[in-house]
């Protein structure tokens, strides 16, 4: 199977910003659509991200305008840029495949807190 690193978290305040990265293991992953998933205690893993194998992009109305979403085939790596980041993108965050997700990785925290 194809093994997801995440990488990139950590505390920042209100408005700050970060930039994870998601490290894929195998040149599959240049073919498939990829997203940012994240997870906050006591509530569903919920899809933030998403980008295509084309580069199209959707982002939950929650990030929209302060996220984006980005790949890097050659380098089998995914990125997302997190800008005026708030209290409520406190979260592990994952990546994987849409589509046909693989096993889920250990993600990376994300707190953002003053």
């Known amino acids: 199977q194809v093994h997801l690193v995440e990488s990139g978290g950590g505390l920042v305040q209100p408005g700050g910003s970060l930039r994870l990265s998601c490290a894929a293991s195998k040149s599959i992953f240049s073919i498939g659509g990829m997203g940012w998933y994240r997870q906050a205690p006591g509530r569903q893993r919920e899809l933030v991200a998403q980008?295509?194998?084309?580069?199209?992009?959707n982002y939950a109305d929650s990030v929209k305008g302060r996220f984006t979403i980005s790949r890097d085939n050659a380098k089998l790596t995914l990125y997302l840029q997190m800008n005026n980041l708030k209290p409520e993108d406190t979260a592990v965050y994952y990546c994987?495949?849409?589509?046909?997700?693989?096993?889920w990785g250990q993600g990376t925290q994300v707190t953002v807190s003053s």
């Open positions: 994987n495949f849409v589509s046909a997700p693989t096993t």
């Open positions: 980008i295509t194998s084309g580069g199209n992009t």
